[in-house]
């Protein structure tokens, strides 16, 4: 499983968050604890939104060990910025940069959108309602073949029909579905939306809440949700998220407004 974050605001604050993934990535205690070693060195990537222009990255290199693309990102980090960042550890699907994440997809109902995950979902399930072919999609991951279901189910990146399939697409979770995903429609609006969900039974262990749990952080100038292995890195004012808690956030050019609604 991974490492993530998704921060709307100053990019000033953005740039402690981004090093506390660098650092989340190199060495997790939480993911440690669990008995998977201490990195998320499966690749990496992100989207930014800065200024009407959207640059996506996606390296097979560990974050950790990936300086240039790093210091280049770090520069870009000014003004108002929308940043959303992943950090693999391969659960499912073949450890090779066509899985890093995030993916990027275009909706034949006229929307881009990028998304990135954290956790398993069953993905036969997926390809079921998705109406997928399993042996062409034999390689890829869970989150690839979900985002190919958004492609084929979603109608629009509206709050009413996104909820509405990604409750659809929660009931297939196996352990995580910590999701963010970043749309633009055809009129050039962008939105986000992120999801904060566990299965009981994998938050009955807590040593697994404790890995998969995912933070807020919220004022007038940022809104960040991050994994919980940030918390070791940057001190902030942190407070988790509820289980099953989502946020679809309107994305303006200098602005967001954030609406929380139940997964």
Same mark, same amino acid.
């Given at each position: 499983?991974? /490492?993530?974050?998704?921060? +709307?605001?100053?990019?000033?604050?953005? /740039?402690? !968050?981004l090093d +506390?993934?660098?650092r989340?990535?190199?060495?997790? *205690? @939480?993911?440690?604890? /669990?008995?998977?070693?201490?990195?998320?060195?499966?690749?990496?990537g992100y989207v930014l939104l800065k200024e009407g222009s959207v640059k996506h990255y996606r390296s097979l290199r560990p974050i950790f060990e990936d300086d240039a693309a790093l210091g280049s990102l770090r520069e870009e980090l000014e003004g108002f910025t929308v940043l959303m960042a992943h950090t693999r550890a391969a659960s499912q699907?073949?450890?090779? !940069? #066509?899985?890093?994440? *995030? #993916?990027? #997809?275009s909706s034949r109902h006229g929307f881009t959108f990028w998304l990135l995950h954290n956790g398993d979902l069953d993905k036969g399930r997926i390809m079921e309602l998705a109406e997928l072919d399993g042996e062409e999609l034999e390689n890829v991951s869970d989150t690839y073949a979900f985002a190919t279901y958004l492609c084929r189910r979603l109608p629009s990146p509206s709050l009413d029909d996104v909820l509405e399939q990604y409750r659809i697409i929660n009931g297939t979770m196996k352990s995580l579905f910590?999701?963010?995903?970043? #749309?633009?429609? %055809?009129?050039?609006r962008f939105s986000a939306f992120i999801t904060a %969900?566990?299965?009981?039974?994998?938050?009955?262990? *807590?040593?697994? @809440?404790?890995?998969?749990? !995912?933070l807020l952080i919220e004022d007038k100038d940022l809104f960040a949700v991050? %994994?919980?292995?940030?918390? !070791? @890195?940057h001190p902030a004012d942190y407070r988790v998220i509820p289980n099953g808690t989502a946020f679809y956030v309107r994305l303006g050019e200098e602005d967001f407004d954030v609406e929380t609604v139940r997964l």
């Open positions: 499983m991974c /490492r993530v974050m998704f921060a +709307a605001g100053d990019g000033k604050r953005i /740039r402690p !968050l +506390a993934l660098v989340s990535s190199e060495n997790d *205690p @939480y993911k440690e604890r /669990r008995g998977r070693g201490n990195q998320h060195r499966d690749g990496w699907g073949a450890r090779n !940069l #066509f899985n890093v994440h *995030p #993916f990027a #997809f910590n999701t963010v995903t970043l #749309f633009q429609d %055809s009129g050039g %969900s566990m299965s009981e039974k994998y938050a009955g262990n *807590p040593l697994n @809440y404790d890995y998969g749990r !995912l991050t %994994s919980s292995t940030f918390e !070791l @890195y």
